[in-house]
């Protein structure tokens, strides 16, 4: 018995209940898994197709204990998840496991057909036994992870698009969002894959009062939903990528997100999901002077 | 049959263009190889390899559309809480919208084109008989399928536990084949064949390829009476559910789910248009009322509705499972959640004694 | 209950696309319910505008929107027809800005009407709540303008407090009519109400109209529609004898658009008007 089954099964004698995963998806990879008995968590995997962030459903089961199975990157959305008071320390367990890079799933399927069966032994990288390049199947956020640098940097794509969105003027940069964004049909499969958007059916993007987006599916909309999104995560976002790896049309929506993570760290000196006792800054006020920048 | 080459069909679209709009799959850059089916125009690359993310249900059911213009005329003053109430005398004018232009869609799989034979008993009723869908019919009556066959399939596909499978032809003018160095074609409507009489298509005596057998379910026509007994286990809707996080891809990459909103979207305070775009019953601002009541509360809720709409709701209402076994739910969901292990669930599961 | 076809005011060629009409008058009802009197601007459309007891229609500020409605005026009114609309949202509170000679727009007819055909020869029970009052009204009006057609007719009609009463006029008229058994009341006591005090359901059991030979219609809060069914069951009222309509959130109105369906029916064309028996046979998805 692998020690992470065992790990899970001293758990649910606290919890009654462990979020993991299991092969049970297709081609054998991993899926999302609830364990509620010893028997049930004997089918727990942990490897590189557990690509989900299971945090996401924390703010929903919030009045339960929990265990929960978390990468590095799910364990910074628990950490901020709790210093947003959003959930309760006391109840959530955290199994932590290392995590090697992971895999993009979803991009391996489109190039190779859906449930191809995928091999890594951590080395190579198979798929329906053919030898493949790994770092183009690499979730971009592994590739820049600040907890565990990466071998396959130089040869990634999305890396790419990243550098050359460094370089593009705010002009340049229109074009490519709108671009990007023509595609988006509005499915919220980012928010609702994101642990730390918990708003819900208050959502803004949505609701008709207050009314902040119009109702149609187009480029302008999806923009002004995305800016919405982008900036109430400002200092909030954990860069687990969820949004990214979500959207079923491939918007890279964690350039946005990288580039307001950088800003906050530069002005604010903060990284989300670090210190559960922190005060994220945008949610924390310091009034000083009468407001108006008069002394 | 007839036969095109590969090298002919840019200016088979080309010439299709000129009073069509024509549709065709393409991998959008930088999207990760994900491939939608977007408007053709000249130069653009096509791509007859690769499954498209999304289905072709923009052709009949666009993701936004409008539905009506209005202007509020003459005067100056304004009324209403959002200055919308004309006060007065002054004249309300509702223009409606244009007809859209005749379409072709090239490249849709047989699942695509079946969907839009099922979509076509609720939004394409003999006249006086029922509600139409002027907007529909219209783009419907003047569509064009050329359904590309499947000599391949994933292992997300399970058209062949709806009747034909690959080999279906409803919703289809004409089916493609791929062969060496072109496409095989044959004709499967009046219009298909008058579109095949053109000389770009040369005649062939070649047989067209074999089809590609996809996974079956057996059964599914028994869950128009098996999930109205399941309805109240909520255990069993609970469970199923329970890795969805609640967005709507599912129902939106669906070349079936025509669910919509309507929505005003204003220009000016006084004028503006009427839309619909497409909605999803798996969002809870979806059934939410006014007064905050939701019918459908939970996810568990919504999920039900979703599987009990598709294959019992509709087939007892129009005669047809509202799915085709495209497959795209599954490809698709964030959240590895797959449908078939849903139908399975459903079809074992004995109801519980409430 | 059947499902509806294209009727006048809903063009079958464009049934999502609302007529331009002219509110002629607004009446304050309470403190958030005003009715609304309404003409088409087409005159040859209202002219031919005709509805039944029971059916719904969609009102529009465009520009905020469009919500449903039942039409609360007596059928045989030619030329001009009644919503009453309780404050609750953004379109409602668009709505109660209007005044007279405001336009709005419309479409009506929609949905299924009280089946008052089969009623012929029948007592009829009415039992209303609050802005639920607004389909009871146009159905008494046509009970009453069809009177010799039914047994007895009994109405009662409660709110919280008699400032949330509506139809004020009407009410003196009903009051005034010795061809109907009409009860208002109140929940608790206040001064200056001299009529009828308690719950709903508990005047009507009071009342105790006979189930014989009788249907009962109910329309109002949720919580007072459960009280009142049960109170017509221990009255003896059979499932099939006893209706009430339905609202769910709208948007088609023509079954298209997918949201208000209770198991394959749905509200919009199926209903609003349901019999118990037939809602015992859908899913509880209320």
């Known amino acids: 018995m692998s020690e992470l089954v065992s790990d899970i099964q001293k758990i649910l004698g606290e919890t009654g209940l462990v979020l993991g995963w299991a092969a049970t998806g297709a081609g054998g990879v991993a899926a999302p898994e609830r364990f509620h008995t010893a028997e049930e968590a004997e089918a727990a995997i942990f490897d590189s197709t557990c690509v989900h962030n299971l945090a996401v459903h924390l703010p929903r089961l919030k009045a339960r204990a929990v265990g929960i199975v978390a990468k590095a990157c799910d364990a910074r959305s628990i950490v901020e998840l709790i210093a947003e008071h959003e959930i309760d320390r006391e109840l959530v367990k955290v199994i932590a496991v290392t995590c090697p890079e992971m895999l993009d799933v979803k991009t391996i399927w489109r190039r190779h057909g859906y449930g191809a069966v995928i091999e890594d032994d951590g080395g190579e990288l198979r798929v329906n036994g053919e030898l493949v390049d790994r770092a183009a199947y690499t979730q971009a956020k592994c590739l820049g992870c600040e907890e565990r640098p990466s071998a396959s940097i130089s040869a990634s794509v999305r890396l790419q698009l990243s550098e050359d969105f460094q370089i593009m003027n705010v002009e340049e940069r229109r074009t490519f969002w709108r671009e990007q964004f023509s595609r988006c049909i509005r499915c919220h499969a980012c928010r609702e894959a994101c642990p730390m958007c918990y708003c819900r059916d208050v959502c803004i993007m949505q609701t008709s009062d207050p009314h902040w987006t119009g109702g149609g599916i187009n480029a302008g909309e999806a923009e002004m939903m995305q800016m919405i999104r982008v900036n109430h995560l400002a200092g909030r976002c954990t860069a687990c990528g969820e949004c990214e790896r979500a959207c079923p049309v491939g918007i890279p929506l964690m350039l946005l997100m990288e580039e307001q993570n950088r800003a906050i760290y530069e002005m604010f000196d903060y990284r989300a999901g670090v210190d559960p006792e922190a005060k994220p800054p945008l949610l924390t006020f310091d009034i000083k002077g009468d407001g108006w920048g008069e002394e | ?354 | 209950m059947s499902t509806s076809i294209p009727q006048a005011g809903i063009k079958a060629s464009e049934p999502l696309r609302p007529e331009p009409a002219t509110v002629l008058e607004v009446i304050a009802e309470t403190a958030n319910i005003k009715t609304f009197r309404i003409a088409f601007d087409d005159p040859a459309l209202a002219e031919s505008f005709s509805f039944l007891p029971g059916q719904i229609g969609q009102l529009s500020i465009l520009g905020a929107g469009e919500s449903t409605f039942a039409i609360s005026s007596a059928p045989s009114q030619k030329g001009r027809f009644d919503f009453s609309v309780m404050k609750t949202g953004v379109v409602t509170s668009a709505i109660h800005e209007l005044s007279a000679g405001d336009r709005i727009a419309v479409r009506a007819p929609m949905g299924c009407a009280f089946p008052t055909d089969d009623w012929k020869g029948k007592n009829v029970v009415l039992v209303g709540g609050g802005i639920g009052m607004a389909p009871l009204r146009s159905l008494l009006f046509y009970l009453l303008d069809h009177r010799d057609d039914y047994g007895e007719l009994t109405l009662v009609y409660g709110a919280r407090t008699p400032e949330d009463l509506c139809f004020a006029s009407d009410r003196r008229d009903w009051e005034g009519r010795a061809d109907l058994d009409f009860a208002a009341t109140i929940d608790t006591a206040c001064t200056g109400w001299d009529g009828c005090v308690g719950l709903v359901p508990s005047v009507v059991e009071e009342k105790a109209p006979s189930p014989e030979n009788a249907v009962a219609v109910t329309c109002g809060p949720p919580i007072m529609i459960r009280y009142a069914l049960q109170s017509l069951d221990k009255m003896g009222f059979r499932e099939e004898r006893v209706y009430t309509t339905l609202e769910r959130r709208m948007k088609c109105g023509i079954g298209l658009c997918g949201r208000c369906n209770l198991g394959p029916k749905y509200v919009c064309t199926d209903g609003p008007v349901f019999s118990l028996a037939e809602l015992r046979e859908l899913p509880d998805e209320l």
């Open chain 2, 1 to 354: 049959m007839k036969f095109i080459s590969s090298d002919a069909i840019p200016e088979l679209l080309e010439a299709l263009s000129a009073s069509s709009v024509v549709w065709a799959p393409r991998e959008l850059t930088g999207s990760g190889g994900t491939v939608m089916f977007e408007r053709w125009r000249t130069g653009d690359p096509i791509d007859l390899e690769h499954f498209s993310s999304l289905s072709a249900k923009d052709v009949v059911l666009p993701r936004t559309e409008k539905l009506f213009g209005y202007t509020y005329a003459f005067g100056g003053g304004l009324g209403g809480a959002f200055g919308n109430g004309a006060p007065a005398g002054e004249q309300l004018v509702i223009e409606p919208a244009e007809p859209a232009p005749p379409a072709v869609l090239f490249g849709a799989r047989a699942c695509d084109a079946k969907a839009l034979d099922v979509l076509d008993a609720l939004f394409n009723n003999p006249e006086g008989e029922a509600y139409n869908d002027p907007q529909y019919q219209s783009r419907r009556k003047s569509l064009t399928v050329i359904t590309l066959a499947c000599t391949t399939c994933d292992e997300a596909c399970f058209c062949s536990s709806f009747g034909n499978g690959t080999s279906e032809k409803a919703g289809s003018d004409i089916i493609v084949y791929p062969v060496e160095g072109g496409l095989l074609a044959e004709a499967v409507s009046s219009r298909g064949e008058a579109l095949l009489a053109e000389p770009i298509f040369e005649e062939s005596e070649q047989a067209p390829p074999p089809l590609a057998e996809t996974a079956r379910i057996e059964g599914l026509e028994r869950l128009e009476e098996k999930l109205p007994r399941l309805f109240d286990d909520m255990d069993f809707w609970q469970e199923i559910s329970e890795r969805c996080t609640s967005c709507g891809f599912c129902t939106y990459g669906c070349p079936t789910c025509y669910c919509f909103n309507i929505h005003d979207e204003m220009r000016s305070d006084r004028e503006g248009e009427r839309q619909r775009s497409w909605d999803a019953c798996m969002f809870a601002l979806y059934t939410q009322e006014t007064s905050g009541h939701n019918p459908r509360p939970t996810l568990a809720h919504r999920y039900r509705n979703r599987i009990n709409h598709k294959f019992s709701y509709y087939p007892e209402n129009q005669g047809k499972i509202l799915c085709t076994g495209c497959g795209r739910c599954i490809r698709g969901c964030p959240a590895g959640l797959d449908i078939r292990d849903v139908l399975r669930a459903a079809l074992e599961e004995a109801p519980r004694e409430p």
